[in-house]
Nanobody, 124 residues
Framework: EVQLVESGGGLVQAGGSLRLSCAASGFTFDDVAIGWFRQAPGKERQGVACISNSDGRTYYFNSVKGRFTISSDNVKNTVYLQMNSLKPEDTAVYYC?????????????????WGQGTQVTVSS
């Protein structure tokens, strides 16, 4: 059974940092791309970052480049999203998702497996 479990969300002040984790199981980790998406109330789900586990390439979407860093631990089957310099507009539910084959994209329908999400709230 494919399973993705996010953790690490919470409440932080603007300018602060959080690290999200996505623990994966039930599939060959090296063959997939893992993406982070977020969805704020009343808004569409948008891509945040993606890592292709086969070659380690990383991609960033929207306004997070330079503030967020995605990384993967292929021994622990876990992908991380380090979020620095957080802004109130980063407030959203953050989801990790897996795509196989492992091509990164910010197009959510390409990702077939999703976690349950973790809430990130940035106060001003």
């Amino acid at each position: 059974e494919v399973q993705l479990v996010e953790s690490g969300g919470g409440l932080v002040q603007a300018g602060g940092s959080l690290r999200l984790s996505c623990a994966a199981s039930g599939f060959t980790f090296d063959d997939v791309a893992i993406g982070w998406f977020r969805q704020a109330p009343g808004k569409e789900r948008q891509g945040v970052a993606c890592i292709s586990n086969s070659d380690g390439r990383t991609y960033y979407f929207n306004s997070v480049k330079g503030r967020f860093t995605i990384s993967s631990d292929n021994v622990k089957n876990t992908v991380y999203l380090q979020m620095n310099s957080l802004k109130p507009e980063d407030t959203a539910v953050y989801y990790c998702a897996a795509a196989s084959p492992g091509f990164c994209s910010d197009y959510a329908p390409l990702f077939g497996s999703w976690g349950q999400g973790t809430q990130v709230t940035v106060s001003s």
